[in-house]
């Protein structure tokens, strides 16, 4: 039974059984593209896009089948911790470019389409299929504190040093450094309780229910390894081309960085879970949406601003536009309020879609010196 | 058993036990001395406040007839509707003579008075008569949530534009109509939720105990019109006069905007939460006064800035005064937190009075020029 | 069975069995040191800082003796309001000595170290030896609301009067009177409240499990009267010598009141709730930490208002530094949302403490010109 040949006779039949995983022949065109055409960036963005979405999908599939051997929030953080990786592998490119507006741009833009988008979706997904979904309310409520304490922490020098900002660049930075080795510490305490300490408590109550036989577990690690490495060399010709493409097609920064960026580097956790949510799992969705929001601001965000003193051409600190501070804190406030029910419909999921649509539009019309 | 002639018979018996009813009368002599003393404003401010109060008990009768036979939110979203209708025509009336500072106050104040006033009466009032009120805390936290998100979304504007005032009216502009398009898209999706496919998630769980036998559905729904469209008439009397007598009264026009016209816009709605906290039944109080603020949010803003490109000298945008996009949230996020634990004591109500108290306290102190 | 001869004989062997406190003989080497050296400011700092620590632990035994008699959350009430009479005693003395800054940061401070601080270390204690905590969360709910409204009470004329700030000085300091009165009028209907009209609401599930026998009733009263008096002494010779200290130690104003003060002001409470939670009543910490940041709010910052009309060089108002404000909002909003769910394990405590030590660093680092 090695993993490997199993995986060789097990793959295209998965493949064949979902349209949208045809979609995998764009991968190697995107990266022969890269070389042959480098010029041609809106095409390069566009391909790149689409090629994103089925290695998010393989992705999903493998993370499920871990999960439905692990419990499923110790794999929606699995899940979220390699979508994320997605997320850093963009922040890491506009870092070294320099390009701090965009960095900023995607940390905000992704808690926040992690915590209104993906959570609105799922809940509007299963809402539909779904007359009422209930879920763990305790392990939610449990979440969004956390999410919410997470997002204050990195909100701090935003909210204090407005101020002062001419004349205290050297204490915003001083602060940030310091905050970012602070969340690091906070995060690593973090995977010691949810994997070690009580790993019980992020343990589902519903049983898995999938239409199809998780896969071995060999293959699964494998294929997660294997599609991850994959997203990252995407990923790399879609932040090349996203900058030129976006002027083309009209966008400004501030919406590239929070709704684009955002929404194909989470691509392969709102997969995951939204297909939770049509299969009645919401605590998986739940679970990603929340657990990959907090990642973002404990482990995505000071990673960032620590890499910047080696790869950046200046230092990054942590000081946001007051614009994103409202949307980071309303996004966390909405995930806290709405999941304290422990029970979701339909229209649940059309209200937060809402508020993140307005998001959108604001970013969308937003004169681009707003910034 | 003709509805009309029921009526005939039915409601003189109503008014003569009910001696606030007897202010009835003060109904035409608010339409007859608009027509012969149109100069005398204070008098006339004075009468239709007091004529608008026995049409509003009316109205509450009617409405929880209705409410006894579809359950009580249905009854309170019905009620919050059909209250809401007195603060639309109050609006219209102002933004007819491009008063948009009392028409933005009048929007934000009636937000405010809902979430805190309503709510905070109907606590102490039903806390006074009973020990410790339970009720639904799955539907609060459900409508709770909704509110949060359509307050959110009226204040997007404020929030973000801020910054960016002077050069980007017409940023606001745009945004202000396509928010107002947004939320009165949601406005409907919601209604389809409520009143078809999660009906059932608006009916209490406490049977009625109604202390007098509920009137017939006829009659009931009779008697909504008509006075609906008395309020309507009164309610012309009291914008033209509230102007002159409130500055002969020594107020600020945010004091009045913001405190009295919602005050009197919501009388109502008041009369049937405050009746229904004083039954034991605290689902209904929680119903109106959370779900008026919501269609305050949700349909009463938008239509007024989308009618203002119609009706109104210049178009209104959603930039609200900074003091009241915080009094809003302050207020939303309060509704949220106190309606959390599904219990109810007197000093909860004493906590949320006095928050209001002091709110309006600020704003009667308020210097004018600080609008 | 007079109470002061069996206190006599009692006191004692409490000291003999607990090394913490033979620190009690630092209270007349306080006392009879300021006498002699007044002008050893560092010197006197720090004695008085390790002589509050035993006071502090001797009142905790006593008012756990009364709370094993009255139930966790009338024995967490007394407990805050003679906590918070150091709190009061230390503010006073700043007050009269016009150092309204560092009154102001006192407020603040204790506030959000009570919420934070103190609740933050309760969960990590606690979680160290009990795998999951579960405790009261109706009425944690209950008392997170109350100290929500009595936060966003006092912090209106902050918010509102923001804007206006030079011209409007008289504006806010008559707002800053009438909502000092509205908020002692609230203090004492919630000590009917919680005292009287809903006593039961306060008395903890879990039965006491005190692992030694709690002391006779008159002693523990006769210790509560006595030990108070001695951290009033203590506490004035505290006031007298940070100051000079803590430039000293090279510690700007703002971190002295906001941190400094706060901490050693809340010892007392502190002591008895992690106690509390280190026997696993985690009512009892939580009705400590929230109850006294709501009694700062309620009743020493208002009493701090009025009084300075009596005692200070001039009035002083309710208008906080901006970051001041925001931390408190966090600090109210971080206990309603981590309370919610009624259970903690020991990484709700890290991230609630990270938060507080985020801000403790903040103002640590902070211009000492940005206040």
């Known amino acids: 039974m090695n993993p490997t040949s199993t995986s060789m006779a097990f793959l295209p039949k998965v493949i064949y059984r979902n349209p949208l995983l045809w979609l995998l022949a764009l991968v190697p065109a995107v990266l022969v593209g890269q070389m042959l055409i480098p010029e041609e960036h809106t095409l390069l963005f566009v391909l790149s896009v689409f090629a994103i979405l089925p290695l998010a999908t393989l992705l999903s599939h493998a993370t499920e089948s871990v999960a439905a051997k692990t419990g499923d929030t110790v794999g929606g953080l699995l899940n979220a911790t390699l979508g994320n990786l997605t997320e850093l592998i963009i922040a890491l490119a506009a870092l070294q470019a320099g390009q701090y507006v965009l960095v900023k741009a995607s940390i905000a833009g992704s808690i926040v389409t992690n915590a209104l988008f993906m959570l609105g979706a799922s809940f509007l997904l299963g809402g539909i299929k779904h007359h009422v979904q209930e879920y763990n309310r305790v392990s939610a409520r449990f979440q969004a504190g ?130 939770g949510a049509r299969k009645n799992r919401l605590d998986l969705s739940v679970g990603i949406a929340l657990g990959s929001a907090t990642q973002i601001a404990l482990f995505v965000a000071p990673v960032l601003v620590l890499l910047s003193y080696v790869i950046g051409p200046t230092p990054m600190d942590l000081q946001f536009w007051p614009g994103a501070v409202v949307m980071m804190l309303i996004a966390t406030l909405t995930g806290a309020l709405v999941t304290n029910s422990g029970r979701s419909a339909w229209f649940v999921g059309v209200l937060i879609l809402m508020v993140y649509l307005i998001f959108a539009l604001t970013l969308y019309l937003l004169p681009s010196q707003g910034l």
């Open 146 to 275: 956390l999410l919410f304490l997470a997002t204050i922490a990195l909100l701090i020098p935003s909210a204090v040093a407005e101020r002062n900002s001419a004349a205290n660049a050297s204490f915003t930075q001083m602060l940030s450094v310091s905050i970012a080795v602070l969340l690091i510490i906070t995060y690593a305490l973090g995977m010691v309780f949810s994997l070690k300490t009580h790993r019980e408590l992020f343990t589902s109550v519903h049983s898995p229910e999938t239409d199809e036989a998780p896969w071995p577990a060999g293959v699964a690690l494998a294929v997660l390894a294997g599609v991850t490495m994959l997203i990252a060399l995407v990923s790399e010709v879609f932040v090349e081309s996203v900058q030129h493409a976006t002027l083309a097609l009209g966008m400004t920064p501030a919406f590239v960085g929070f709704i684009v960026v955002a929404l194909v580097g989470g691509a392969a956790e709102m997969v995951s879970a939204f297909s």
